[in-house]
Structures are given as structure tokens and as C-alpha cells.
């Protein structure tokens, strides 16, 4: 089956009182190649890759590195269990220590190797805070295996020697 963009069954993943983050439909949060080409190269616009090792194989410029597993509490404590999100204090200090604010007015991309991963980074900012409907967080479904496949696209690759 195919999705309609239209589609307001997405209502049923928002509680009663979260209906004015909605998206208006399914696309709204969604980058394109092209967005991605301009955002690249944009100071008021965060790329984040939420990939683990295989970021220092290549990925797109001026993408910060978050690893999705960071976000991620490894056993259980106080405030987290194993397997879930770290607490709020934990996520904003992963984001802060890249230079991220989550709660920035600059638009953010969440990218990974193929748009699965990423969907962490993006909820990991709306743990944060940041609000969903705003328009300024966005899922870049096609990633870096999108993104690698077209030659004249520009790419940070590792220097052989």
C-alpha cells in the first residue's frame, strides 16, 4: 500500500493534547536531495548523521556526528532504562557538546545511512523540547545512501595516503 500524504490517521501517534505539533500531513518534516544540496551549505541550517563508525567513511559536508547509539541509555539507572532514550539532561548535553542547542531556531536535518536511524535523533529532539510542527526538524529519509550514489554531489571522504 501507498501513503497518502493527506492521510490524518498520523493522528493516532499524537496524544489529545500534542494535536497543534502535528504534522499536516506525512511529507511536511521530510528534506529532498535538493533541500539537502542548499542545507549543506547553509549556517542556518544543522545537518546531524546519526550513523555510528561509518560516518568517518564519508558523509555530507558540515553534518555534525551523533551516533544514535549515544542516545541510547546502556543499562538501567534512575532516570533510564536499558534500551531507551537517555533522560532529557543526558540528550541535551550529547547535542551541547557538538555545539548543537536543540532548542535552536536554526532549522536541523536528521540523516543517517539510510533514514532508520536517524528517526532517533529526530526524537531525541523532541524529548529535548523542540517542537515537531515548527517545520525547523526534518528527516532526510534518503541519507547517505542516497546522497553517495550521485557523483557530483559534494562528499567529506576520508584522505588516502
Aim: include cysteine.
Amino acid at each position: 500500500p501507498t501513503l497518502d500524504k493527506d492521510d490524518t490517521s498520523i493522528s493516532k501517534y499524537f496524544g489529545e493534547d500534542d494535536q497543534e505539533n502535528k504534522p499536516s500531513s506525512l511529507t511536511d518534516n521530510v528534506a529532498t536531495r535538493d533541500f539537502m544540496l542548499t542545507a549543506s551549505n547553509d549556517e542556518d541550517t544543522i545537518i546531524i548523521d546519526a550513523r555510528g563508525s561509518s560516518f568517518a567513511k564519508g558523509h555530507i559536508p558540515s553534518a555534525v556526528h551523533v551516533p544514535y547509539s549515544s542516545l541510547m541509555a546502556k543499562k538501567s539507572g534512575e532516570n533510564s532504562k536499558a534500551g531507551y532514550f537517555k533522560d532529557k539532561k543526558s540528550l541535551k548535553a550529547i547535542f551541547e557538546d557538538v555545539g548543537i542547542d536543540p532548542l535552536t531556531s536554526k532549522t536541523i536535518v536528521c540523516s543517517c545511512g539510510s533514514g532508520v536511524s536517524a528517526c532517533s535523533l529526530y526524537l531525541a529532539l523532541l524529548e529535548c523540547g523542540r517542537g515537531e510542527g515548527s517545520g525547523k526538524t526534518l528527516m532526510y529519509d534518503g541519507s547517505w545512501q542516497e546522497w553517495k550514489q550521485v557523483a557530483d554531489l559534494p562528499k567529506v571522504l576520508p584522505t588516502t595516503t
